[in-house]
């Protein structure tokens, strides 16, 4: 089982429309998460951590649940420039090494 | 604000030649990574630094020197290239945190193509 695992999409969604994607881990120590998107041939950018709580930054919203071991990403409103492969990651239990799923290609389209 | 830097952009090599990719950051971070990705796979840890002298293995480490002679570099040496190691590279750097709990920071990729 890989320690990270994203289903590959792509999410092919109207612009406006909302999409969530979900991510689940196998480490049940793992402490920090994150979402990434990564643009094709670009490199990886930080969307956004993932708190206990969950949290909101403008029309994304993330979600972690500890006791089924995934995190959830809600995107609301899509736009033609949110376009692109979301990763999910993980941190290794307590250490500082991240763990990249192998993403999710969201494709908006007009 | 150039945050991490990686060069080159793109090589080409031949099997069997040597070549070694810099990575440079100006955040005064102290912990530094070389990822490699690959078509359908995640990005996956070469070797790490968690600070200026100090290196250690990752998930792929086979094929791969690093040296963190300063704090702001890291570099990657491949001693004989392989056509297993075209791929993208990318170089990371985090500030110190506990628990992995702070995101790394990208530089833009090395692509790498032996032939």
């Known amino acids: 089982r890989k320690e990270v695992e994203q289903d590959p999409g792509p999410f092919n969604v109207p612009e406006g429309a909302t999409v969530a994607f979900n991510c689940t881990y196998s480490?049940?120590?793992?402490?920090?998460f994150f979402w990434y998107r990564q643009d094709c041939r670009k490199e990886p950018k930080l969307l956004m951590s993932?708190?206990?709580s969950g949290n909101e930054d403008g029309r994304f919203t993330a979600q972690l649940n500890r006791a089924s071991q995934y995190i959830s990403l809600l995107i609301r409103d899509s736009k033609l420039s949110d376009s692109a492969t979301y990763l999910c990651?993980?941190?290794?239990?307590?250490?500082?090494?991240?763990?990249f799923g192998s993403g999710t290609r969201l494709l908006v389209r007009p | 604000n150039a945050g991490v830097t990686q060069t080159p952009k793109f090589r080409v090599l031949k099997t069997g030649q040597s070549m070694t990719l810099l990575c440079a950051q100006d955040?005064?971070?102290?912990?530094m990574y070389w990822y490699r990705q690959d078509p359908g796979m995640g990005l996956r840890l070469i070797h790490y630094?968690?600070?200026?002298?100090?290196?250690a293995k990752g998930e792929v480490p086979d094929g791969y020197n690093v040296s963190r002679l300063k704090k702001q570099n890291f570099l990657l040496g491949l001693e004989s290239a392989a056509p297993s190691q075209t791929s993208v590279y990318f170089c990371?750097?985090?500030?110190?945190?506990?628990?992995?709990?702070?995101?790394?920071?990208f530089g833009d990729g090395t692509r790498l193509s032996i032939l």
């Open positions: 990371a750097s985090s500030p110190q945190g506990t628990g992995g709990n702070q995101p790394q920071h």
């Open positions: 630094s968690v600070g200026e002298g100090t290196t």
């Open positions: 990651v993980v941190n290794i239990g307590s250490s500082y090494k991240l763990i």
């Open positions: 993932v708190y206990s």
């Open positions: 480490n049940s120590a793992s402490q920090s």
């Open positions: 955040m005064n971070h102290e912990y």
